[in-house]
C-alpha cells in the first residue's frame, strides 16, 4: 500500500507541473504559432552542433532594425535594474561543482551588433547589469572558479566588425572562430 500511495503521489505531482500557468501559456502560444503558421527556420544545425544560419537577401542593418522593433529584443531586453540572485547563486553553485569535478571553466559575455550596444547602453540597463556581471565573474576568477574571463560585448574585443554578424546577437563564424581562438589559449598557471 505505501508504494501505490508514493506512485499516485509522484503522478499527481508530474501532472501538477504540466498544469501550472507558465505551462498553459506556453502551450496556448504553441497552439497559436501552429495555427497561424510558423516562420521558416532561420537556422539549422549539424550533427556535430555547430549551427548555420540560412541565408538572406535582407540587409543586416533591416534585420537589425527588425530585432530592435520588437518586444524581445527592444528597449525591454535589459529594462531590469538588477541581475537576479537567485541565477546568479545557482551559477556559482554551478561553478563550485565543476572545481571539485576539476573542470576548468571559460565564461565569455557574447557580443552584440555594434548599433545594438550603442542602443542598450543609451536606452537600457545594460552599463550597470554588465559591470554587475563582470565584477561577479572576476571575483569567481580570483577564488579560482573561473580560469578565464572574456567580455566580447563590443565586436572590437576579439577583432570583429559589425558585418560579422547574422543578427543582432550572432556573430557569423568567421567571427566566433576569432572569439574561440581567444578563448582556448593557454590558460594562466594555477587557473
Sequence with gaps: KPYLERASRDLLEGA????????????????????????P???????????????????????????????????GLFGFRDLDDA???????FLTLARRL?????VYVPPLYPRAVA???????????????????RAWQAEG???AVHDFTRVESFGGAAA??????????????????LMLQPLPAGS
Aim: hydrophobic share 40%; no cysteine; glycine share 4%.
Design 119 to 137: 542602443f542598450y547602453e543609451r536606452e537600457t540597463n545594460l552599463p550597470a547589469l554588465r559591470t554587475q556581471l563582470v565584477e561577479h565573474l
Design 87 to 93: 541565477q546568479i547563486s545557482y551559477f556559482r553553485q
Design 145 to 147: 572558479l573561473i580560469a
Design 102 to 106: 576539476d573542470v576548468k571553466v571559460i
Design 41 to 75: 527556420s532561420h537556422y539549422r544545425f549539424d550533427a556535430d552542433g555547430w549551427g548555420h544560419f540560412a541565408e538572406s537577401s535582407t540587409p543586416l542593418e533591416k534585420i537589425v532594425d527588425a530585432y530592435m522593433a520588437t518586444k524581445e529584443w527592444g528597449p
Design 16 to 39: 501538477r507541473r504540466l498544469l501550472t500557468l507558465e505551462q498553459t501559456r506556453a502551450s496556448l502560444r504553441l497552439l497559436a504559432a501552429e495555427r497561424k503558421g510558423r516562420p
Design 164 to 181: 560579422e554578424f547574422h543578427d543582432l546577437a550572432h556573430p557569423t563564424a568567421a567571427a566566433s572562430r576569432r572569439m574561440l581562438d
